[in-house]
């Protein structure tokens, strides 16, 4: 069946599908294609079944983190390639790949290639949008080459020729907010190591704070300059690291099972490290199933908001967080208008935030619904591991590796609505209907 492109959808006769549609199915394409891949015997030694590869390769795609299995002990070198590779696609994005491939062969990307593109990189517009790919192409290539570079002189010491091949898959992990680590306890044994704890913590925030950020930073080198997104995203970002990171250090000091062991030295490390990389990074250096409760609401709060718009990051984004509070501020001044570093912020934009969170918040409550329906007694855990997923995040207490089969579906579904819902949601938000009809006010009795 040949379909052609109309009017902003793909089409034939009765059949429409919009970007966002054709986005979600490119991804579900790769995670089955990337499950099969994983299942061939050639990409592990003999213990993963199909519903174990399913459950990875939709943990990569969508570059959540997530694992039934240790990722370095139960995957050969070709099978933690194929990882890498799928934790690249899904974080630079499927379509974004797919045009840089078009650019190198020659090949012109044509309309319906660029509205897609636009959905996945989160523009209003298609302009500029070949720029934005050649900036994201060359921000990942560089914070990479100089993750693994000196992630090198870590692993090589103590692993050989292999640490390069470690070094390189950590620094992709990182960079893409993917979280997947070669070592069944993440990266402890290096929680007082510094070169580990400011390298991997500074590529996933580079990777989750936004391309269009990065971008408008090295155009404009001017804080007087920045957009107001790139504002809101920066002092937003800054805030929440250093929320994070001492709220959770003085909430683990003494803790046995987490920072209480450990030197101050590495107790500071430590508290920087999961501080930050609940937004949406997935690696740890203590034990997370350990954590005091308190210390599991703080990291489920950060997972929910996450990272940047068209970043490798998921959550609710932190623009939408910084909207939100805004616009709690100018209720109760009696404010019309949302302001902020000079510019103000529409009604338009502030109904698109709400929108956005609440659908959030309800797919999060119902994944937690649906998993605890046959796992009794494990509230907080289960709730970490839906807001892990939809989060796209991959911090775990350990819950996931005991889910039956309908709560691994619920997670799989959770991950990928995590990653592709909120450019399909973007898409329907994006789009005006003019009422035909219009009706009086009415009056509505609230709080």
């Known amino acids: 069946m040949r379909l052609r492109f109309k009017r902003g959808t793909f089409s034939r006769k009765n059949i429409a599908l919009p970007p966002p549609v054709v986005l979600v199915l490119l991804y579900t394409v790769f995670i089955i294609i990337g499950a099969l891949v994983l299942w061939l015997p050639i990409s592990h030694h003999g213990d993963i079944g199909l519903s174990d590869a399913v459950f990875t390769s939709a943990s990569a795609v969508t570059v959540t983190g997530l694992v039934l299995v240790d990722t370095g002990a139960a995957f050969t070198g070709f099978g933690q390639a194929v990882i890498a590779i799928l934790i690249q696609l899904g974080g630079i994005g499927l379509m974004t790949t797919a045009v840089l491939v078009l650019g190198a062969l020659g090949i012109r990307v044509g309309m319906p290639q660029r509205l897609i593109l636009r959905e996945e ?19 990942a290539l560089i914070c990479q080459t100089i993750g693994a570079v000196a992630l090198a002189f870590v692993f090589v010491p103590q692993y050989g020729w292999n640490g390069i091949w470690q070094a390189v898959f950590h620094s992709v992990s990182a960079f893409n907010n993917a979280g997947f680590a070669l070592h069944a306890d993440s990266l402890s044994q290096w929680v007082g190591n510094p070169v580990v704890n400011m390298v991997i913590p500074l590529l996933f925030i580079f990777g989750g704070i936004g391309f269009i950020v990065l971008g408008d930073i090295y155009q404009k080198r001017s804080w007087a300059k920045l957009n107001l997104h790139s504002k809101l995203m920066l002092s937003g970002t800054l805030v929440l690291i250093v929320w994070g990171s001492v709220a959770f250090g003085l909430l683990e000091w003494s803790n046995p099972q987490t920072l209480g062991p450990l030197s101050t030295t590495d107790k500071l490390w430590a508290s920087w490290f999961q501080g930050v990389t609940p937004r949406t990074a997935g690696f740890n250096t203590i034990n997370t199933a350990g954590m005091h409760d308190s210390s599991t609401i703080l990291t489920i709060t950060l997972m929910i908001v996450g990272g940047g718009s068209t970043s490798t990051a998921g959550g609710i984004k932190v623009t939408t967080l910084a909207v939100l509070l805004l616009a709690t501020v100018a209720f109760f001044r009696r404010r019309t208008v949302l302001h902020a570093f000079g510019r103000s912020i529409g009604l338009n934009e502030v109904m698109k935030v709400m929108a956005l969170t609440t659908l959030s918040m309800l797919l999060v409550l119902t994944g937690i619904f649906l998993v605890s329906i046959s796992h009794d007694g494990e509230f907080l855990d289960l709730a970490f591991e839906v807001t892990s997923a939809f989060g796209t995040v991959g911090l775990s207490r350990g819950a996931t ?7 691994r579906a619920v997670i799989i579904f959770t991950m990928f609505i995590g990653r592709v819902g909120p450019l399909a949601i973007g898409f329907f938000l994006a789009t005006r209907s003019v009422p035909r009809v219009k009706y009086p006010a009415g009056q509505v009795h609230l709080g």
């Open 401 to 407: 590796v005991d889910l039956d089969n309908f709560g």
């Open 121 to 139: 990189v989160n523009q209003t517009s298609i302009s500029n949008l070949m720029v934005l790919v050649r900036i994201i192409l060359v921000i």
